[in-house]
């Protein structure tokens, strides 16, 4: 199909006078709708919300923060936060950690089915999974009666609404994240110092304890960044899980800015989240700066700990059996992966017992509650109401995201690593943050329960995703291609059209795909704008706070099967895109006339 285009363009010169082409504008240019979108529906509201909290009638101004630094009640709430985002992300990074080891090991179906295993909650609505802890912790729920059963508790407790039903249903919503991160980046690290040190005579025990686990610190680093920006400013799991001894930051937050509408003392808490979110991505490049310069001025010295390690721990794993050894991350990446998935198939259970009595297994199984919901416009309308705005959102991000892609990926390095981190912004910063700024700038600029402000809300995060999936698809597509075209005299726009949008229009699909997903997962945002045109996770939001029924279960198990049919369709679409995209080199030179 690209020979039967390129062929149909007529040559501007003979190839002995052919020269190498070169772009007559930047293609950085084409990203410029995606930074402007999100710069006045994501980076303005933030800003305007932040500099609400040092500006008062009479000019700039600390009193607000002022008046938080001397509220032993905020500092209670930030004790509370930390304690629960560290605690969280240390047991997200000890659990992770094995499971993205067996996954990179992984060959095969194997490699294919642990990927898909952790892939599927990761995409699945954060709403389903902790409807499905509600009912898992419930007071007569299983685990409940498991405890009980083995003496573990007395008689059954409220495990749902505690500390510990916030610290569970955190560690499921965050543990894909932490093990996505580390395994994509084990699969990139550099191999050969493990062959070195193999050659060499180091056992495998060895080499995974001097050499892979010193190379990996790096990228555990950066998933426990990650894991404990988002635990800190995590809203919908401690509301829906969360006990009674206290709330935490991000209600805090919420409630200054919707209940009190004290915007500029929720202001000054967004600042002093951002900024305990900072602190420990600071503190590890300033670690990893001192470390450098420390090894580049002396000797390497082994440390005590060092010392120890290869007098007692490393002879010791030498004389494990194969079998023990591989067993150390394997029976825990199982362990990880089916407490990952369970709560998927709980949910689907609950679905098909009785509509008021959700229990497993259930009293009977019936579809009443599939018939109920189809058949209550309460339910109903919200949903068409949300593959609406989702349809919407997807379409905006996939056109916006696609030329920023394309102007990111024709760029130069470092000025596409700043687009790409600034369109993230809406994506890593705490998402009670992003909303709430969100939700005082549609107040102000009347979006506030309107379909525009909804889609437009949604819409800053599905971009930033879109452009990450693009970007790596159009980095595939050999330049070579573009430059051949334009000898032929195609203008830069026919090129695009002609050239590269055939090439990536499978990753094209799996991008809307993702952005659909992203906007129909989205509750923080809806919740807070959305007024008397509530999206379905809003409704669901809502229906949970009343009561445990199995009508949210019907719509989760929905989801469930439409996400199984996306990931299906996204997989297959990926692989035709790998096809197509994979031009033979000999095309290239010959329509380009020889020229590398």
Same mark, same amino acid.
């Given at each position: ?5 390129? !062929? ?11 020269? !190498?082409?070169? &772009?007559?504008? !930047? ?131 409220? %495990?749902?609404?505690? #500390? ?16 996505? +991160? ?88 967004? +600042? ?21 310069? /420390? ?8 440390? /005590? ?97 696609? %030329? ?7 760029? !130069? +390095? ?91 229009? &499978? ?13 129909? #997962? ?75």
């Amino acid at each position: 199909m690209v020979t039967a285009e390129l !062929s149909t363009l007529e040559p501007s010169t003979t190839r002995s006078t052919r020269k !190498s082409v070169r &772009p007559t504008w !930047s293609p950085f240019y084409l990203a410029l709708p995606a930074l402007l979108f999100v710069l006045a529906f994501a980076a303005y509201p933030l800003a305007s919300f932040l500099w609400g909290s040092i500006s008062g009638p009479d000019g700039l101004t600390v009193s607000f923060y002022d008046r938080l630094l001397k509220s032993s009640y905020f500092f209670t709430i930030l004790r509370r936060t930390l304690a629960v985002a560290l605690s969280v992300t240390a047991i997200c990074l000890l659990l992770a950690y094995p499971t993205a080891y067996a996954m990179m090991k992984a060959r095969g179906r194997v490699k294919t089915v642990l990927i898909a295993l952790v892939l599927l909650p990761y995409l699945t609505s954060v709403l389903v999974r902790t409807y499905a802890w509600s009912g898992l912790l419930a007071l007569d729920g299983p685990i409940n009666r498991l405890a009980v059963n083995l003496g573990i508790l007395a008689e059954p407790r409220l %495990l749902g609404h505690s #500390d510990f039903g916030t610290a569970i249903g955190m560690t499921h919503i965050l543990l894909p994240i932490a093990v996505l +991160t580390m395994w994509s980046r084990f699969e990139r690290m550099d191999k050969e110092q493990q062959t070195v040190a193999a050659a060499l005579g180091a056992t495998r025990a060895r080499v995974i304890a001097t050499v892979f686990v010193p190379q990996s610190m790096s990228v555990v680093t950066s998933a426990g960044v990650l894991v404990y920006v988002l635990a800190l400013g995590a809203y919908v799991i401690p509301a829906a899980l969360g006990g009674t001894s206290g709330q935490l930051f991000a209600q805090a937050v919420a409630d200054q800015a919707t209940q009190l509408l004290d915007w500029p003392t929720a202001g000054a808490m967004g +600042t002093l989240m951002l900024v305990a979110a900072a602190l420990p991505a600071l503190m590890a490049s300033a670690v990893r700066t001192l470390a450098r310069r /420390r090894a580049s001025r002396s000797a390497p010295v082994i440390t /005590r700990l060092q010392h120890t390690a290869i007098r007692y721990v490393y002879p010791a794993l030498d004389r494990l059996p194969a079998s023990v050894l591989s067993g150390l991350w394997q029976v825990p990446a199982a362990i990880v992966t089916l407490f990952l998935v369970i709560p998927e198939i709980v949910v689907v259970v609950f679905s098909v017992g009785p509509v008021n009595n959700v229990t497993l297994p259930p009293q009977s199984w019936t579809l009443e509650g599939y018939r109920s919901v189809f058949s209550d416009g309460s339910w109903t309308t919200p949903l068409v109401r949300s593959l609406s705005y989702a349809t919407a959102d997807a379409v905006l991000a996939t056109i916006v995201g696609a %030329l920023a892609a394309y102007g990111f990926a024709r760029s !130069s +390095t470092r000025l596409a690593a700043a687009g790409i981190t600034f369109l993230l912004l809406p994506i890593v910063l705490p998402e009670i943050v992003i909303a709430i700024s969100y939700y005082i700038f549609a107040n102000q600029a009347g979006l506030a329960g309107t379909h525009a402000g909804i889609v437009l809300g949604q819409g800053v995060g599905a971009v930033g995703l879109v452009v990450v999936v693009l970007a790596t698809v159009i980095r595939q597509v050999d330049v070579n291609l573009e430059y051949a075209a334009q000898m032929c005299g195609a203008s830069r726009w026919q090129t695009l059209r002609q050239i590269v949008l055939p090439l990536i229009l &499978p990753g094209l699909a799996v991008a809307f795909v993702y952005g659909f997903l992203t906007a129909f #997962d989205n509750l923080v945002l809806p919740l807070f704008i959305s007024g008397t045109k509530p999206t379905i996770t809003v409704r669901m939001f809502l229906s949970m706070q009343e009561s445990l029924t199995s009508a949210p279960a019907v719509i989760a198990s929905l989801l469930i099967i439409t996400l199984l049919a996306g990931i299906a369709i996204a997989i297959t679409l990926q692989r035709t895109a790998t096809a197509r995209i994979a031009v033979p080199v000999e095309l290239t030179n010959e329509t380009a006339g020889g020229t590398p």
